[in-house]
């Protein structure tokens, strides 16, 4: 495994691995998105690209484009080939107590091939309090090698308090990966590794942004 994110790796984020070869210049890593891709275990089988890769599979529920049926099974499944080093998986998708709670199957395989797991939680409307991002980010910490949260800025008040918290966990030793959504948060990702962010993700082109704000990868890298 070569994702091992105990220091900051930029992730280019795609549906099509045929864009790996332009991401190499600018990213560490490449996130595929195989919610929006189409037969993404035919992509992954066939894949031969140089950079590593994290393969997302994001319910539709959180933002993404995969129904729930079968979703999980080929997250898991993605896990096995050679050049995947790390999956997404929601946090939601591993707390039993909402419902979703089937995603261990893709987590226990991630560990069995070797692979990084990234538990994820974003919320498309609001920053929460302080107390509430620290709490999920714990929680998603501790069920994976890094908490990531996704929020969405109604301004810079907002960036200051993820800010904040990313920090405080990061000092404390626990791997987090934070950035703020929309045009308010948008400077989070630049800042953000610089309080102790993990992970930033930024689409090749911009056309092809995968969440509100985002920068394009040259520009992040920048």
Partial sequence: MSLEFDSFVLAASTADLSDEPTAREHADAV???????????????????ELPLIATNRADWEGGGAPDENRLDDLARAAEFEGVDAIDVELAALDEEKGRGNGDRAVQRASEEGAAVIVSAHDFERTPGADEMRETLLRASDRGDVGKLAVTAADPGDVLALSSVTYDLASE????ATMAMGEAGRHSRAIAPVYGSRIGYAPVDPADATAPGQYDLATLRG
């Fill in 31 to 49: 996130e595929f998105r195989m919610d929006l891709a189409d037969e993404p275990l035919t992509a992954l089988a066939s894949y031969g690209g």
């Fill in 173 to 176: 030793g626990h791997g987090v």
